[in-house]
């Protein structure tokens, strides 16, 4: 295997389908369930990808005239990846519920289909303000075990911790498509090759570098933060003996998180104090912080809602929201120190 996320050499071509197979081979008593329902939401991925590529073209530009639970306009693309991911596992037998940044409630299974072990919450497609503009976009997942015994699932089956995630990852729509997850056994990632139509194993093992580079947060909003945060944003600039970080925003997160993971560094996306609506900030805990935290974990980096791991928040709803620090463990906890002393 290569070293550190670097490219797989030809010769050693591993499909995902492959990947996720051989993992599941080393738990004897796997049912196969949670390999499928990983390899279903990496066929979404693809349909996704599809329609992406060719947003100019088809249509599917711009918004559909609603707002969604969160108060935000629906792009159509929102809607359709929305529609494929709950389309592609409603049938599989494999779910017990699914939630989604687009629905207010819990996904159910229709009544005609038998429901599963397992809960899968996604953000179908993250960063589609940027949509119109042909900047990176993804899709953010996170699966866990359903806790009650059998029939629909419940809130008590979605309501978990991050620290109980059995798997996650991203689908970033960026030059190439790539799909990143961990099941728990360090995090791997896949690039689309379009000729085939299938993922490779491009960058096994992937790890965050030790010495970080950017740091990623949207400055626009620097009035809004609390003292802590912008001392904070001051350090990462070189203030009080910190290190000399170059600034990369793009306004995807999965985008952001992506470019983090690989060069070293932090994302963050505070609270912003006069924002009385938003008192805890913008990002969601069940379908876009925990995922990427549980990944940035695995990476040998960490996560941090400021306090403590975002993956130690007992989720109170659906589309609980957090503030969210993730990169470099001393990064992170750097964020808090400031925090702690200066709010
Ligand atoms: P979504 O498109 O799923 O609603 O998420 C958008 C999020 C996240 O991707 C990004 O980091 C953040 O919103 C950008 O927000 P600002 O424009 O406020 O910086
Ligand atoms: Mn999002
Ligand atoms: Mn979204």
Redesign the pocket.
């Known amino acids: 295997m290569a070293a550190n996320g670097t490219r797989q050499l030809p010769g050693q071509l591993v499909t995902i389908e492959r990947h996720i197979l051989e993992r599941q081979m080393m738990h004897p008593d796997a049912t196969g369930d949670l390999t499928r329902v990983l390899q279903d939401v990496a066929l979404a991925g693809k349909l996704i990808a599809s329609h992406t590529t060719q947003a100019g073209l088809a249509e599917v530009l711009g918004t559909t005239n609603e707002i969604n639970v969160?108060g935000?306009e629906v792009q159509k693309l929102?809607e359709i990846s929305n529609d494929i991911l709950f389309r592609l596992n409603d049938h599989t037998g494999r779910l017990a519920a699914m939630v989604s940044?687009e629905a207010s409630d819990i996904l159910h299974i229709p009544e005609k289909y038998p429901t599963g072990k397992y809960v899968l919450s996604f953000?179908p497609?993250?960063?589609?303000?940027n949509i119109d503009y042909n900047v990176s976009?993804g899709t953010i997942f996170a699966i866990h075990r359903r806790k009650t015994e059998a029939g629909p699932g419940t809130l008590e089956d979605c309501l978990q911790k991050g620290r109980d995630i059995v798997a996650a990852g991203y689908i970033l729509y960026g030059s190439s498509t790539m799909f990143v997850y961990s099941a728990g056994n360090g995090v791997n990632g896949f690039t689309l090759d379009p000729a085939i139509g299938e993922f490779i194993l491009s960058h096994p093992n992937i790890r965050i570098p030790t010495k970080p580079k950017y740091f990623s947060a949207?400055l626009?909003?620097q009035r809004n933060w609390s003292d802590g945060v912008r001392r904070f944003t001051e350090w990462v600039q070189g203030e009080d003996g910190g290190p000399v970080l170059g600034l990369r925003?793009i306004?995807?997160?999965?985008a952001?998180f992506h470019r983090t993971l690989f060069s070293g560094g932090i994302f963050y996306?505070p609270v912003n104090i006069n924002d009385k609506n938003r008192p805890n900030g913008?990002?969601r805990l069940l379908y876009?912080v925990n995922p990427l935290s549980y990944l940035m974990e695995q990476a040998g980096g960490a996560a941090s809602d400021g306090r403590q791991s975002p993956l130690d928040i007992q989720p109170e709803h659906l589309h609980h929201r957090t503030p969210f620090f993730v990169g470099n463990r001393e990064l992170v906890s750097q964020a808090e120190k400031f925090i702690e002393q200066y709010g």
């Open positions: 969160q935000e929102d940044e953000d497609l993250d960063g589609s303000s976009v949207n626009g909003y925003y306004g995807s997160m999965v952001d996306y913008k990002l876009e």
